[in-house]
């Protein structure tokens, strides 16, 4: 038999329920929240993130569910610049939600597949923070990301350009030699409010987020993506935190049964 996602979401739902004695790392439904690249992001721009290490927010997007024809004035009426990143809207681990696109120019837009988040490109120095949660436990790692783009080559290039998934081309930036105003990891204390806040908004235990700081600025971040359950073979010192991980889960369960 054939189980469509929901079916497969409610039969581990009615487990769940039925077996209060077994520990559900994360449940389905706040996992399904992430597979939609509207309301991923949803929990950051709700949070207003804003202290005295740093502002986070999304960058400006838009939702196009249908009418590639209408793409061009509704960025207009929206205010977005370009170039713009367009992103399926479902993101669901398959190869084609993956596939993105740069557009550099307005009349190009029509060429893009709805349904769609088109998001602003933000130029950040070609690098990309990406941070592992683990419960608790938080892990930042440098990535080699997009270019940035400028004005020069904006006003020349016309046209939209697919780029293929790069979170598995991306090479660690972490020994490289770059420069410090962009290498310069995001201050801990403002990921770890950031973490704190995503896990109790997400309801998950288990992801990572990719954050970008705007360059030539020492403090403005942007979420661009969050993940569940990420590849953490990437994440350093993963075998410990892991490790520590499952047995706090197993403390904790134990208190409550002898509590
Ligand atoms: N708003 C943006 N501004 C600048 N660069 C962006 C933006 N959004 C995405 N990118 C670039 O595109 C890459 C892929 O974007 P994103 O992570 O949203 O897509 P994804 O399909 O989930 O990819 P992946 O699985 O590779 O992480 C990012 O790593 C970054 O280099
Ligand atoms: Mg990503």
Redesign the pocket.
């Known amino acids: 038999m054939q189980l469509t996602g929901k079916e497969w979401r409610q039969i581990l739902e009615d487990y769940r329920r039925t077996h209060p004695e077994v520990t559900v790392l994360d449940p389905p439904d706040a996992i399904q929240h992430l597979h939609n690249r509207q309301s991923m992001l949803q929990c950051v721009a709700d949070m207003n993130l804003s202290n005295s290490y740093g502002k986070v927010d999304v960058?400006r997007q838009l939702v196009i569910k249908k009418d590639a024809a209408s793409i061009p004035d509704a960025v207009t009426k929206a205010g977005l610049m370009l170039p713009i990143?367009a992103?399926p809207l479902v993101?669901d681990g398959s190869a084609k939600?993956?596939e993105?696109s740069l557009a550099y120019d307005q009349p190009s837009l029509q060429k893009l597949e709805p349904p769609l988040v088109l998001?602003?490109?933000?130029n950040?120095g070609g690098v990309?923070f990406k941070v592992y949660i683990v419960g608790e436990a938080i892990k930042v790692v440098r990535r080699f990301?997009?270019p940035d783009v400028c004005k020069r080559e904006l006003s020349r290039i016309e046209g939209v350009f697919r780029f293929p998934?790069?979170?598995?081309a991306?090479a660690s930036a972490d020994d490289a030699d770059l420069d410090p105003g962009v290498a310069e990891l995001p201050p801990q204390p403002l990921l770890e409010k950031l973490a704190r806040e995503l896990r109790r908004r997400l309801g998950l235990r288990l992801f990572n987020l990719?954050i970008?700081r705007e360059h030539g600025s020492r403090d403005q971040f942007?979420v661009?993506?969050i993940?569940y359950f990420p590849g953490y073979g990437k994440m350093p010192e993963y075998e410990h935190i892991f490790t520590d991980f499952l047995l706090s889960l197993g403390q904790s369960r134990y208190k409550e049964r002898s509590s």
Not at 119 to 122: A, D, L, P, T
Not at 165 to 168: E, T, Y
């Open positions: 960058p990143v992103k993101a939600s993956h993105l998001q602003e490109f933000v950040h990309l990301s997009l998934r790069v979170s598995c991306a990719d970008i942007y661009i993506d993940n």
